[in-house]
C-alpha cells in the first residue's frame, strides 16, 4: 500500500506571522502608536499585562529570521505591514525607515530564494486614525487606499503576492462587538458599520493595485471556522445559520456576489449598517485568489442570553482528539468542509489556506527543543484533509502554516505558543521544534507520508 499523499508540481508551501505578534520595536524608527499599543497598555485587556512592545524582536532580527526560515526550507513567508510604521499619523506624512525595513525584508527573502507574500492589514489600525472614529468612520475606506498605495509603490515591483485584509470579522466583531480586541468597543452597530468598511476598503485597495498595473495577484483572507448545530432542533440550525451568515456570508456574498445576506440583515435590524449606492459595485472588485484561515469548529446551540445572534458556541473534536492549549477543538475534516463549501457557492476561486496551525502544551527539554508530536499530528490530519479536496476539484493552490515562531497571542498574551520555532521570550533565541524539521520534509517531498 502506497503511504505517501503527493501535492501536485506548483503547490505552494508557506509560513505566516502578522507585524504586532513578532515585530516589536514599537516606538522605534518614527514609527507611530496604534490601537493594539494603545490598547495593551489598558487594564486588564491582555492576559499577564503582556505587550508587543518587543514581541519576537523581529524588527532587529529580521536577517537572522530569513535566514533561518532559509535553513527550515520555507518557500515563501508570508507577512504583514505594520501601517504606522509607514505612515505615524495614519496618513500624510511617509515614514521612510520604516518602510525601508519591508525593504530590506523583501530583498532579504528573494535573495533567500523565499517568495514574499505581503498583507496590508493584521488588526494595528493607526491610534490617531482611531481618534477620529476607526473603521466606523467611512473616511476610513480612503485612509487605508492612501496607504496601500504607498506600500504598493514601493514594494510591488518585486512583491507579487498581496492581501488586502487578514481575517475581517475579527476586526468588527472581536474589535467593536465584544470588545475583547482592540480598540475594545461593545456596539454591534460599529461591528457591521466596520465590516462594510473594512469590504469597501479592500475593494479600492484592490482598484488602486489594477490601477497601479503591477503584474502580481491580490485578494482577500478570512477565517472560516467550521459550525455545526449541536441538535436537529429548528432553533440550533436556526442559530447555526445566523452564526454562519455573520462569520461568512457577510464576506464573501458582497465580494463574490456584490449582496449582502438579507436573512442576517433582517435578523440584526437597528445594527444593519449603513450602505450608499455603488459600496457593492466596490467591494465586488474581482480578485485573484480567496485566503482561507481554519483552525477549528464549534457546536451552535440556540441561547437566548448569548449575544446579538442568540447563539452557544462550544468546540467540538473529532474522536480521539481532545482540544489544543485554547481550548479550541479539534477537527481536521472540517477544513475540509469549508474548501468545498467555497468552491460550491462562489465559483471555486483559486484557494490558499493561509493560516492553519495549533497552540499546544510544549515542554522544552533541557536545550530548549520541543517534540511537538501533538502539533505534527494535527497540521499532518489537516494537509490529508485539503489532499482530499484538492482529489475533489478544489482548486486548492497552496498551504501556510501559522505560525513560524510563537509570538503574541492578542488578548492571550505569551501564553498559547504557535510557532514552529520556539522563542524564549528572555534570551529572544529561535530554537526550531521537531514540526518545524517535520515540515521541512513535507516540503522538500511535496508529500506527507501517513
Ligand atoms: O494569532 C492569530 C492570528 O493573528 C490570526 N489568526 C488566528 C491566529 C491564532 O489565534
Known amino acids: 500500500m502506497n503511504n505517501t499523499l503527493r501535492f501536485p508540481d506548483e503547490f505552494l508551501w508557506g509560513a505566516s506571522t502578522s507585524a504586532y505578534q513578532i515585530e516589536g520595536a514599537y ?9 493594539w499599543d494603545r490598547f495593551v497598555r489598558r487594564d486588564a485587556r491582555v492576559l499577564n499585562g503582556d505587550t508587543g512592545d518587543i514581541a519576537c524582536d523581529h524588527y532587529h532580527r529580521m536577517p537572522q529570521d530569513v535566514a533561518l526560515l532559509k535553513k527550515l526550507g520555507i518557500p515563501c513567508y508570508s507577512f ?3 501601517w504606522t510604521r509607514i505612515l505615524p499619523e495614519g496618513r500624510g506624512q511617509i515614514n521612510v525607515k520604516g518602510l525601508d525595513f519591508y525593504n530590506r525584508l523583501v530583498d532579504t527573502l528573494l535573495d ?4 514574499p507574500k505581503a498583507t496590508l492589514y493584521h488588526w494595528d489600525f493607526p491610534q490617531l486614525l482611531q481618534d477620529l472614529g476607526g473603521w466606523p468612520n467611512r473616511d476610513s475606506v480612503d485612509w487605508f487606499a492612501e496607504y496601500a498605495q504607498i506600500v504598493f509603490e514601493k514594494l510591488a515591483d518585486r512583491v507579487k503576492f498581496w492581501v488586502t485584509h487578514n481575517e475581517p470579522w475579527v476586526v468588527a466583531f472581536l474589535g467593536y462587538a465584544t470588545g475583547i480586541h482592540a480598540p475594545g468597543v461593545c456596539d454591534y452597530s460599529q461591528a457591521y458599520q466596520t465590516a462594510h468598511h473594512l469590504l469597501m476598503a479592500h475593494g479600492k485597495a484592490v482598484q488602486v ?5 503591477y503584474d502580481g495577484q491580490i485578494g482577500l483572507t478570512l477565517n472560516l471556522n467550521g459550525l455545526m448545530p449541536a441538535s436537529d432542533s ?3 440550525r436556526a442559530a447555526t445559520q445566523r452564526v454562519h451568515d455573520e462569520t461568512h456570508a457577510l464576506f464573501l456574498d458582497p465580494v463574490f456576489k456584490g449582496e449582502y445576506p438579507q ?7 437597528p445594527h444593519k449598517p449603513n450602505i450608499q449606492a455603488g459600496d457593492l459595485q466596490l467591494i465586488r472588485q474581482p480578485i485573484d485568489f480567496l485566503g482561507l484561515n481554519y483552525y477549528n469548529t464549534d457546536l451552535v446551540a440556540f441561547d437566548i442570553h448569548s449575544g446579538l445572534n442568540k447563539a452557544r458556541l462550544t ?4 474522536p480521539s482528539w481532545g482540544r489544543t492549549e485554547m481550548n479550541w477543538g479539534i477537527y481536521p475534516a472540517g477544513i475540509k468542509g469549508e474548501a468545498l463549501y467555497v468552491k460550491k457557492r462562489y465559483g471555486n476561486p483559486d484557494l490558499y489556506i493561509a493560516e492553519n496551525g495549533c497552540a499546544m502544551p510544549d515542554e522544552p527539554d533541557e536545550n530548549g527543543f520541543v517534540a511537538d508530536w501533538d502539533r505534527i499530528r494535527y497540521i499532518k490530519a489537516h494537509i490529508q484533509a485539503l489532499h482530499e479536496v484538492i482529489q475533489e476539484g478544489v482548486n486548492l493552490k497552496g498551504y501556510f502554516v501559522w505560525s513560524i515562531f510563537d509570538n503574541f497571542e492578542w488578548e492571550r498574551g505569551y501564553g498559547p ?9 528572555e534570551t529572544l533565541e529561535r530554537i526550531p521544534k521537531q514540526s518545524a524539521y517535520w515540515y521541512r520534509d513535507v516540503i522538500t517531498n511535496n508529500a506527507i507520508n501517513l
Open 27 to 35: 516606538n522605534d524608527d518614527n514609527k507611530g502608536e496604534n490601537i
Open 80 to 82: 504583514t505591514i505594520s
Open 112 to 115: 533567500a530564494g523565499i517568495r
Open 209 to 213: 493595485y489594477r490601477q497601479g498595473g
Open 234 to 236: 429548528d432553533e440550533d
Open 263 to 269: 436573512a442576517l440583515f433582517n435578523f440584526i435590524g
Open 315 to 318: 468546540p467540538y473534536s473529532a
Open 417 to 425: 505558543r504557535f510557532g514552529l520555532v520556539r522563542v524564549n521570550y
